[in-house]
């Protein structure tokens, strides 16, 4: 049986505001699945390959695939629903199965949404995926696979979610070989990514990926990792690689090993990842360095106090200048990611944020709108005070406003969120040239964001 996995082409404004893209790694990890159980598998990345849709209706015309899986985020739904309908006007025999970040939360919904597709996957893919292929070669009844979401006559079958994965090391390496590592690439760096850890204990009012990968955090051994690493380094000539874990930093026994042993190994990547500003010193800050990190991601989010509050984020205003400068005193650039426009928020708590994020330390700051991801805490805040604006999927991008705020209009906290920017960034020429002489990677990446973000030209799609 043959595979398709697609990760969508999308018309929308997204492609534009993330000016570059990464590899579709939960589908690479299926893909080794499948390959283990037997089946051939391809994986079409629309957004790498800059495939229109009927370059995708090529493709499945072309492989015939008997299954296609697809990935889809909030905003690009509307293109995951349009690749299924493709699918099923080519041939009715095809499965389509649909997985990621949204429709784990909304699964009826997406089945209601699209009729042309067949089985929904919720959170963490690999184990309910393999579930289904069993059900399509006559191994098993749907209604033992936990973890998916079908129709049935007369309705719609919600399983019960399937347990998290224990030991994540079961999980085969991703299938590289089935993308086009090429493309992935940065400035003439060629770019990979790797997550060394799933899930995160905290419950931040907006986070969607630690509910995906759920509230225990797991992580890979360090001899995974240092063979993942070497595979990306050596086999794929990856130089540049982000660490897409929730939070890197969360067991910071197992972190400390890890950047130990890269160093000792030698793997000479430049890297960055994720901490929380309670989970951060500076043991950790100089053996990211020496590991070969730049830069540290701190979801600070919030200068004021009460925001941080509502949020849950169960950190403090001092946390985060004392972690940050530890990072910046080890030589790591410092990412701070804030928040603007949650419904309650004043005009006072938004500046106080902005003014937080130029004295905080931060070298790069990224400011986005409140959005409330179906499944977070707060899809429900908003959803049951019936402050949601739309259920326009397509706006769902953190750049643009999708809840009724208290206290401004939706064109104010865009003039909020342009002025964030341009508050942080006009500031200290210096430090953006500094910035730009050493490539600092992330900050590349967030240059398209900040100028759409900055030209207030983000409304639409
Ligand atoms: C890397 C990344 C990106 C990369 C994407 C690269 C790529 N091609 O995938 C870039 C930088 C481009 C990006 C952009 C954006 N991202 Co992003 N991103 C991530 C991040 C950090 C890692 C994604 C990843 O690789 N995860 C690891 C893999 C293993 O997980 P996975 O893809 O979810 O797949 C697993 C399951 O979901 C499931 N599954 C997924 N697909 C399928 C398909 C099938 C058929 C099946 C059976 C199962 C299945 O099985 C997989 C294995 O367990 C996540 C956070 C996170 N921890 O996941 C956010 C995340 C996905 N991003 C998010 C958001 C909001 C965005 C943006 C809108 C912008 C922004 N403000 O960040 C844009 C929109 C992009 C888009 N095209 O829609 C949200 C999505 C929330 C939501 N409900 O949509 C997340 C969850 C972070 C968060 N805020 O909580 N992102
Ligand atoms: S710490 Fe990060 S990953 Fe964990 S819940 Fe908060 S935002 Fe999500």
């Known amino acids: 049986m043959k595979i398709l996995f697609i990760s969508p082409p999308t018309d929308s404004a997204i492609k534009s505001v993330i000016g570059t893209t990464g590899p579709p790694l939960g589908l690479a990890y299926l893909a080794s699945i499948a390959r283990e159980k037997g089946f051939d598998a391809r994986i079409v990345d629309s957004l790498a390959e800059n495939l229109t849709y009927s370059d995708v209706e090529k493709i499945i015309k072309q492989y015939s695939p008997d299954i296609i899986g697809i990935t889809s985020t909030t905003s690009m739904i509307p293109d995951a629903y349009a690749v299924a309908k493709m699918a099923k006007n080519i041939s009715k025999d095809i499965v389509t199965i649909i997985g990621g970040p949204h429709v784990t939360f909304v699964p009826e919904l997406t089945l209601q949404e699209s009729p042309e597709i067949d089985y929904v996957v919720k959170g963490e893919g690999e184990i309910a995926f393999s579930g289904i292929l069993d059900v399509l070669t006559k191994k098993k009844e749907k209604r033992d696979v936990l973890g998916i979401a079908y129709r049935k006559e007369n309705g719609i079958m919600n399983n019960p979610p399937q347990p998290l994965i224990k030991d994540v090391d079961i999980i085969p390496e991703p299938s590289w070989d089935l993308l086009p590592m090429e493309k992935y690439e940065i400035d003439n760096v060629q770019f990979g990514t790797i997550m060394t850890s799933r899930g995160c204990p905290y419950n931040c ?236 990677f992330v900050f590349k990446r967030l240059i398209p964001y900040a100028k759409r973000a900055m030209t207030l030209d983000f409304m639409g799609d």
């Open 205 to 440: 009012i907006f986070c969607s990926s630690s509910l995906q990968f759920g509230k225990q955090w797991r992580g890979h051994s360090v001899e995974r990792v240092i063979d993942e690493l070497k595979t990306l380094r050596y086999k794929y000539n990856k130089r540049e690689i982000e660490f897409l874990d929730d939070t890197f930093t969360l067991n910071m026994k197992r972190a400390l090993e890890l950047t130990e042993r890269i160093y000792k190994e030698g793997i000479d990547i430049r890297w960055s990842g994720s901490a929380r500003v309670n989970l951060f010193n500076e043991e950790i800050a100089k053996n990211m360095k020496k590991a070969g990190a730049h830069t540290v991601y701190f979801g600070i989010e919030s200068g004021s106090q009460a925001t941080l509050d509502f949020i849950g984020k169960n950190i403090t205003l001092e946390m985060a200048k004392s972690s940050v400068a530890k990072a910046n005193k080890a030589g790591l650039h410092t990412l701070g990611s804030f928040i603007i426009g949650f419904p309650d928020d004043t005009v006072k708590d938004v500046k106080t944020t902005i003014k937080f994020s130029k004295n905080v330390g931060v070298t790069v700051a990224q400011f986005t709108i409140a959005t409330p991801y179906p499944g977070t805490r707060l899809w429900d805040y908003v959803t049951e005070r019936k402050l949601l604006l739309t259920m326009n999927w397509r706006k769902f991008t953190t750049l643009s406003p999708v809840i009724k705020l208290k206290n401004f209009t939706s064109d104010q906290i865009l003039k909020w969120l342009s002025w964030a920017y341009i508050s942080f960034y006009i500031r200290p020429l210096y430090l953006i040239r500094d910035l730009a002489k050493t490539h600092g």
